[in-house]
């Protein structure tokens, strides 16, 4: 039996593809909020719960998960008539659904009166009381000798790669940023994240780090082989300035110096996975700090 879904909301480049019949696939992973769809041209497409915010590349659809949709990895996928089609096991209808597309704020105002050197101070008093341990911020008493040198080795190469940053030597930066790459536990790396939400925030304009992104972009595209695809997209599309809903809210706070607003927006953020979403809260910190630095060093 054929499952038939509704989508709510779509990354609006990817619903255009649906609607026009421009998107064919295979489903790469299943999980029990997300069935991820590998494709040629596109990348990875991702399907999810209601209750998972949007993403670039991502359909969420009307269910609160998965499993009614019975994927399985391999199943091949395209779009058909208005919707997306897995043969023999599910489809969704984009008729209703409504674009959405990732606008990360322009920081220039916070950024000329200081304003994101209090923003990163408050995300670091969030961090400090609800950030989750184990993957950047380690834990207070390491499970085993492996953990602790991987805690060892991110908490050198964040600190290392944000120094380089500072001083401008951006080949030791690249140096730093690929000892990141694929590390650290959880599906996307803790190092991953980190830099998830670093190229984020050097996406946003209106900064000095802002002058960083094509670095990011460069990196990134080169180091495609060093992680999985699901984490390595998001790291590709935060270069972008492509991310999901909640990283925007972040962002949008600290656009508007508003310190209520950004600790809902962070702890939504930071409840993303097991560490992941605290790893990417520190690493949009860290790039807020590193405006400071640029900015007292001018």
Request: charged share 25%; aromatic share 2%.
């Amino acid at each position: 039996m054929v499952t038939t879904a509704t989508a709510l909301t779509a990354d609006g480049r990817l619903l255009e593809r649906i609607r026009t019949g421009r998107l064919e696939g295979a489903v790469h992973s299943v999980f029990d909020s997300v069935v991820n769809v590998r494709t040629a041209d596109v990348g990875l497409v991702s399907l999810v719960a209601r209750d998972v915010d949007n993403a670039p590349n991502t359909l969420v659809v009307e269910v609160p998960s998965m499993a009614p949709l019975r994927a399985r990895p391999g199943a091949h996928v395209l779009a058909r008539d208005g919707r997306l089609v897995c043969h023999g096991r599910f489809t969704v209808d984009v008729a209703k659904a409504t674009a959405w597309t990732a606008e990360l704020p322009d920081l220039a105002g916070e950024a000329e009166s200081d304003g994101l050197a209090r923003m990163a101070t408050e995300l670091g008093r969030i961090l400090d009381r609800e950030g989750r341990r184990g993957g950047i911020r380690p834990r207070p008493e390491p499970a085993g000798t492996i953990e602790t040198g991987v805690s060892r080795t991110l908490a050198e190469a964040t600190q290392r790669l944000i120094e380089s940053l500072g001083t401008g030597d951006l080949d030791a930066a690249g140096r730093w940023a690929e000892r990141l790459i694929g590390l650290g536990p959880g599906l996307t790396p803790s190092g991953d994240d980190f830099l998830t939400g670093l190229a984020a925030a050097l996406a946003a304009p209106g900064t000095r780090i802002h002058a960083l992104a094509p670095w990011a972009v460069e990196l990134v595209a080169t180091c495609r082989a060093r992680t999985n695809a699901i984490s390595w997209t998001a790291m590709y599309e935060a270069t972008r300035g492509r991310v999901r809903e909640s990283i925007v809210s972040v962002l949008s706070a600290v656009a508007a110096g508003d310190a209520e607003a950004l600790r809902p927006a962070a702890r939504k953020v930071i409840s993303i996975g097991k560490t992941s979403g605290t790893d990417i809260v520190t690493g949009m910190q860290a790039a807020l700090h590193l405006e400071r630095e640029l900015r007292g060093a001018a």
